[in-house]
């Protein structure tokens, strides 16, 4: 079984260079293996497979009419979640270490989505805003966040 996320930025970068910088935070290599349709193609992570694309327009308008963002890029995680001890929260701790070192050096608004429904961070106009009503962000993981945020309940897609 696994798990789907979706991190979604406003940004004229490459898919390459966002998904560069996910990757550098968690120091892994990325291959620049591009395919036919855009795609950088999936690099493997601990417990995690993922890949950065140019939004096309239609999922743009989704964003913009759902969030009052317009994201132009995203990079896709797909963590495993299967019985194994560990690996489960190793993946979600490397996904969020990757996504908030995005946050961190480009700017523009982002937001990061579970299940194509649910989101769990969202930044708009500069201000980072963290959903307390997935549970996603334990003392852990809050940990992680640097930066000035808030926690509140985000709506669903």
């Not at 964003?63 to 495993?80: D, G, Q, R, W």
């Not at 194509?116 to 708009?124: A, F, P």
């Amino acid at each position: 079984m696994s798990l789907d996320y979706e991190f979604c930025v406003a940004s004229e970068l490459d898919p390459q260079h966002i998904l560069g910088l996910v990757m550098a935070e968690l120091g892994l290599v990325v291959e620049a293996r591009q395919s036919e349709d855009g795609c950088y193609e999936d690099i493997v992570g601990p417990g995690f497979l993922t890949y950065a694309y140019c939004m096309p327009a239609p999922v743009r308008m989704v964003y913009k009419e759902s969030l009052a963002i317009e994201p132009k890029l995203a990079v896709h995680f797909t963590l495993a979640y299967d019985p194994v001890p560990g690996e489960w929260e190793q993946a979600v701790a490397s996904m969020l270490r990757g996504v908030l070192a995005v946050i961190r050096q480009v700017q523009g608004d982002a937001v990061l989505v579970f299940n194509g429904d649910y989101v769990l961070l969202l930044r708009r106009e500069g201000h980072l805003v963290l959903d307390t009503s997935s549970g996603l962000w334990n003392p852990e993981r809050l940990s992680l966040v640097t930066m000035p945020h808030t926690l509140k309940g985000l709506p669903t897609m």
